[in-house]
């Protein structure tokens, strides 16, 4: 499974921007990556912990701005068509999925 984070935090004062970025490192601090500019997402090994995910993500919301969360199965994710921009215009890309850890 995974969890997107989709997010619109303000940035029009010091304290709301730093809030914004506070916000952001704490996704990076809980393993997620960015996908685009605020959308943040995660491998979760299951919805147990794509839920304790998003309770620690509750617990750390900005005072201000929206956040979505999403959370998506490995076959939908599969579906996603990604397409990054190149000098000839653009070009889809496959998409590659992250490599499991094997634990012993």
Same mark, same amino acid.
């Given at each position: 499974?995974?969890?997107?984070?989709?997010?619109? @935090? #303000?940035? $029009?004062?010091?304290?709301?921007?730093?809030?914004?970025? !506070?916000?952001?490192?704490?996704?990076?601090? +809980?393993?997620?990556?960015?996908?685009?500019?605020?959308?943040?997402?995660?491998?979760?090994? *299951?919805?147990?912990?794509?839920?304790?995910?998003?309770? +620690?993500? !509750?617990?750390? @919301? #900005?005072?201000?701005?929206?956040?979505?969360?999403? @959370?998506?199965?490995?076959?939908?994710?599969? %579906?996603?068509? $990604?397409?990054?921009?190149?000098?000839? *215009?653009? %070009?889809? %890309? %496959?998409? !590659?999925? #992250?490599? +499991?850890? $094997? @634990?012993?």
């Amino acid at each position: 499974m995974w969890l997107q984070v989709l997010y619109d @935090l #303000p940035v $029009t004062t010091d304290a709301k921007r730093k809030a914004a970025v !506070e916000f952001r490192d704490f996704l990076l601090d +809980q393993g997620f990556e960015m996908s685009q500019f605020s959308v943040y997402q995660r491998c979760c090994s *299951g919805k147990e912990m794509a839920d304790s995910l998003s309770a +620690q993500i !509750e617990k750390n @919301l #900005p005072k201000y701005g929206r956040i979505h969360l999403l @959370l998506i199965t490995d076959k939908q994710y599969e %579906k996603m068509k $990604t397409f990054h921009g190149t000098e000839e *215009g653009m %070009k889809r %890309k %496959k998409r !590659e999925n #992250p490599d +499991q850890l $094997t @634990l012993f």
